[in-house]
């Protein structure tokens, strides 16, 4: 299973983005992809995350508010719209799939290569 994130890009603040995440070469165990995103010099942060079967979206501190996760279960695709950009939500944006344990812990059984998001002020 291979996880291919794209959408990233540099924008203003105040602007809005749609990441993009597709699985392919198999399926996803249990259905539940999230998003996670990494500073510079920070540890990986728990975004949101959602059931592509129950359509059940949970969010982190990260994620609440501006960003919203949607997932088509038919594409095996999950989405993050992030409105109302900041320059502090720089950073590269991981999707991941099939969480080992808890959803907000970056332990998930595969990931993909991330998609660089850059806010400017």
């Known amino acids: 299973v291979q996880l291919q994130a794209s959408g990233g890009g540099l924008v203003q603040a105040g602007d809005s983005l749609r990441l993009s995440c597709a699985v392919s070469?198999?399926?996803?165990?249990?259905?539940?992809m999230s998003w996670f995103r990494q500073a510079p010099g920070k540890e990986r942060e728990f975004v949101a995350g959602?059931?592509?079967?129950?359509?059940?979206?949970y969010y982190g501190d990260a994620g609440k508010g501006r960003f919203t996760i949607a997932g088509d279960n038919a594409k095996n695709e999950v989405y993050l719209q992030m409105n109302r950009l900041k320059p502090e939500d720089t950073a590269i944006y991981y999707c991941?799939?099939?969480?080992?344990?808890?959803?907000?812990?970056?332990?998930?059984?595969?990931w993909g290569q991330g998609t660089l998001v850059t806010v400017s002020s």
């Open positions: 991941a799939a099939d969480p080992r344990g808890r959803l907000e812990q970056p332990e998930y059984d595969y």
């Open positions: 070469g198999g399926t996803v165990r249990t259905s539940v």
């Open positions: 959602i059931s592509l079967t129950f359509d059940s979206p």
